[in-house]
């Protein structure tokens, strides 16, 4: 059938940067060109370390190197609905000038778009779709990318394939600096709608219920968490597009995150979402409270929520901007009175909340069918491949530090990619909740194999021992403050 192992991981390196313009044609004419030498461009290390990526997962080699090699043939089926989602997640980066780091490349999606259109062989559509955060503005960010324009290009070369670029988000809003929301827009998101799922009680944060009137995701209104999540329901809004799907290929950015650890594949799975105030991201107060906000009581931090929460409720300007400047001077005491910590808003390391919804929201994708109904059998093929060209440490998310890491990571199971990927970036698995959960037993299972079960296929041979490498060979990323002396390799 030629479907990627789902207990195989190809890891490419030496992907040198990313091409300067788009439509980022591939920067020579190879024999499976799908638009041919109208459409070589200038040299495209991207273009050339997908193609590598796809023949190192065994796809399709009796025919490699010919004009019939078609590496996703049965992945991707003539008339099939193919989703291709990228990291969107900003338009601006907050620690540096531009957002490399930030988000999936356009080139990378380009590369990936051109082999999909080889398997559908005319015949299909293919969905690019996020739902980036609140305030993104997704016209600035699909252009920094060049994400639109590359396509734009295909779109207009291949007639008989529907290709459309989506923003799934149902709201986008207008923010002041530090985040205070200023103003709220409805959007269309996606133009085939949305479907409830409930997980209900099979829903991994169900060991939380007791304290679900607790759940909170930063600048979103809280009262719409109750809606969906209770001691007998977990909702999740899900763009149709993606359960229509005869195929998902994942295309995140290989980040390190505030709340999560690391953002890759499995995290990126939050884009699938058309509502962030539906997604719990932390429990609001400390550990003692019954919250994974921060660690330890604090006075002033329950202050600045309250505060944070009448925002929320008033339409005025001026008293948003007045109550934002009665929390920042709240902040500033830490200097005279230090905190015990400094975790705000969930970003610490013993946030217990966000990694259940982002195994939920992985446990939707691959096993929920079109009507939203949980199924223990997969409901669509799956490829997950990495952008790790400039990836991002430190501050991830949304302020991440440009890390020229070279790397495209690929396989057929989120799990095995996310902990290849974190041994790359110098990270314990075992250590971050959401890797060490994704291999527990559960049913459905995410990924039905073991750890040491996982196979490695790459162009540096260290690579193919990747468990077996020692930290100091690994690229050792920072991890966010919250994590920092947390989750490095030992040794």
């Avoid at 991981?9 to 788009?22: L, Q, R």
């Avoid at 601006?92 to 380009?110: M, Q, W, Y």
Wanted: with cysteine; aromatic share 6%.
């Amino acid at each position: 059938m030629n479907l990627p192992a789902e207990d195989l991981v190809a890891i490419t390196t030496g992907v040198s940067g990313y091409p300067e313009s788009p439509p980022f044609h591939p920067g020579e004419n190879y024999p499976e060109s799908y638009f041919g030498a109208a459409a070589q461009g200038a040299t495209n290390p991207v273009y050339s370390g997908v193609r590598e990526t796809l023949r190192l997962l065994g796809l399709d080699l009796e025919h490699y190197g010919t004009p019939q090699w078609n590496p996703l043939r049965g992945l991707v089926r003539p008339g099939d609905r193919v989703v291709l989602k990228p990291n969107l997640v900003r338009h601006r980066n907050g620690a540096e000038p531009h957002i490399l780091s930030l988000v999936t490349h356009g080139s990378v999606v380009r590369a990936v778009l051109d082999y999909v259109l080889v398997a559908l062989r005319g015949e299909g559509e293919v969905t690019i779709g996020d739902a980036p955060v609140q305030e993104t503005d997704f016209e600035s960010v699909v252009t920094q990318t060049g994400l639109r324009p590359a396509v734009e290009w295909a779109a207009a070369h291949e007639k008989r394939v529907k290709i459309q670029l989506v923003d799934f988000r149902k709201e986008r809003a207008k923010m002041l600096e530090g985040g205070v929301v200023l103003a709220r827009e409805t959007l269309g998101g996606d133009p085939k709608g949305f479907v409830e799922v409930d997980l209900g009680k099979r829903s991994w944060l169900t060991p939380l219920a007791v304290d679900a009137e607790k759940f909170r995701v930063t600048n979103y209104d809280k009262n719409t968490m109750p809606n969906a999540h209770d001691a007998e329901h977990n909702r999740y809004l899900i763009a149709r597009s993606v359960l229509d799907a005869d195929v998902v290929i994942n295309l995140p950015k290989m980040k390190t995150h505030g709340k999560a650890g690391i953002t890759c594949t499995l995290k990126n799975n939050v884009g699938i979402n058309g509502h962030k105030s539906w997604l719990p991201h932390h429990r609001d107060g400390s550990r003692a409270e019954g919250g994974d906000e921060y660690e330890h009581k604090s006075v002033r931090k329950q202050l600045i929520n309250r505060l944070n929460d009448q925002i929320e409720k008033t339409g005025s300007v001026l008293v948003k901007k007045a109550i934002r400047t009665g929390g920042a001077l709240i902040r500033r005491t830490r200097h005279l009175f230090p905190l015990k910590d400094e975790y705000v808003e969930g970003a610490w390391h013993g946030n217990d909340t966000v990694w259940r919804m982002v195994l939920d929201l992985n446990r939707v994708l691959l096993n929920v069918d079109r009507q939203g109904n949980l199924q223990p059998n997969r409901q669509r093929r799956y490829l997950g491949l990495v952008d790790g060209v400039i990836a991002g440490e430190g501050e991830g998310p949304l302020r991440p530090t440009s890390k020229a890491a070279g790397l495209l990571i690929a396989g057929g199971n989120p799990v095995p990619i996310d902990l290849a990927c974190a041994h790359l970036m110098g990270l314990d698995w075992r250590k971050i909740p959401l890797l060490r959960e994704s291999v527990a037993p559960s049913d459905p299972a995410l990924f039905s194999g073991r750890r040491d079960q996982v196979r490695f296929a790459s162009n540096h041979p260290p690579y193919t021992r990747l468990f077996d490498l020692p930290a100091a060979e690994t690229l050792r990323f920072i991890p966010p403050s919250g994590w920092l002396g947390k989750i490095e390799l030992a040794n």
